[in-house]
């Protein structure tokens, strides 16, 4: 159901939130078990927004199905990007960040 909503914001309103939808439709493509899909939705949002929440969801989806080279050259772009980040940058990160720093301790301990 989520897809269909995404779908249609997609549509109707492209120009509402563009990064939310496409963050948003590749985690839902990644939960119904369309790797495939999701892969190609991760890496348009993270080629067309290049923000630190694109690299960062799709590194925490890498590291969930294994993917080590994407998650490793992920890591390095998201190192250099958080390098640069003052106070009020890393408070709006801060959320995925955590999220980014579990999912790689979680897989550093599968190894």
Do not use: H
């Not at 925490?60 to 958080?82: H, P, Q």
């Amino acid at each position: 159901m989520a897809l269909d909503y995404l779908e249609r914001i997609r549509r109707e309103r492209p120009d509402f939130r563009p990064e939310a939808v496409s963050l948003l439709s590749a985690r839902c493509l990644a939960g119904t078990s369309r790797a495939q899909q999701a892969r190609a939705e991760f890496e348009s949002a993270t080629e067309r927004f290049g923000t630190y929440e694109s690299r960062a969801e799709y590194a925490i989806w890498a590291l969930a199905i294994g993917d080590t080279t994407t998650a490793e050259r992920l890591d390095a772009e998201l190192n250099k990007i958080s390098q640069r980040w003052n106070a009020l940058t890393r408070d709006l990160n801060a959320a995925v960040e955590r999220r980014y720093r579990a999912a790689r301790g979680r897989a550093l301990q599968r190894a």
